[in-house]
């Protein structure tokens, strides 16, 4: 299926009408990552970055983020949101620690809420970086990517283990 569905008959960008479509219960599952320095990761873990508690500031600024979606990506529908959390988990590398972002977001809606998954990580990851580049600019953001998404005529998708 290779159809262009957000423009419309004259080539021009449009925001696909939803409003035939059912409502259905609909989540989606993103993750994206930060790998930092350890000396990032001891203030992290430790709770010394002076600006505050990095991941909590930046789980509400990625929850911030997912209600906000349409406002940034223009073909996003608004919707309202029935959840959004996040989950978190170091993995410590070669003389680095990766932190692993995962966001989990529900609605009931007619649309999906991938765009709004997405999102979330990615304004948490940017969060990570802001709260702490004071410390070591060289934080590496990514990859960013959809895990999981459910409901809708399109059905499931799970992301194929690599």
């Given at each position: 299926?290779?159809?262009?569905?957000?423009?419309?008959?004259?080539?021009?960008?449009?925001?696909?009408?939803?409003?035939?479509?059912?409502?259905?219960?609909?989540?989606?599952?993103?993750?994206?990552?930060?790998?930092?320095?350890?000396?990032?990761?001891?203030?992290?873990?430790?709770?010394?970055?002076?600006?505050?508690?990095?991941?909590?500031?930046?789980?509400?600024?990625?929850?911030?983020?997912?209600?906000?979606?349409?406002?940034?990506?223009?073909?996003?529908?608004?919707?309202?949101?029935?959840?959004?959390?996040?989950?978190?988990?170091?993995?410590?590398?070669?003389?680095?620690?990766?932190?692993?972002?995962?966001?989990?977001?529900?609605?009931?809606?007619?649309?999906?809420?991938?765009?709004?998954?997405?999102?979330?990580?990615?304004?948490?990851?940017?969060?990570?970086?802001?709260?702490?580049?004071?410390?070591?600019?060289?934080?590496?953001?990514?990859?960013?990517?959809?895990?999981?998404?459910?409901?809708?005529?399109?059905?499931?998708?799970?992301?194929?283990?690599a």
């Amino acid at each position: 299926m290779s159809e262009f569905t957000h423009f419309n008959e004259h080539g021009k960008a449009r925001m696909v009408d939803i409003s035939e479509k059912n409502e259905t219960a609909r989540t989606a599952r993103a993750a994206s990552s930060v790998i930092v320095s350890q000396a990032v990761y001891e203030k992290m873990t430790k709770g010394e970055v002076k600006k505050g508690d990095v991941l909590s500031v930046a789980q509400v600024a990625g929850i911030m983020a997912a209600k906000k979606t349409s406002d940034i990506i223009p073909m996003c529908h608004p919707l309202a949101l029935t959840g959004v959390d996040f989950s978190f988990r170091w993995e410590p590398k070669e003389e680095e620690y990766e932190l692993m972002i995962e966001s989990f977001v529900k609605t009931k809606g007619s649309t999906g809420v991938e765009m709004e998954a997405l999102t979330a990580v990615s304004v948490c990851a940017l969060t990570i970086y802001d709260m702490c580049k004071a410390i070591d600019k060289s934080i590496t953001i990514g990859p960013t990517y959809l895990i999981t998404k459910t409901g809708g005529k399109s059905g499931d998708y799970k992301r194929a283990e690599a």
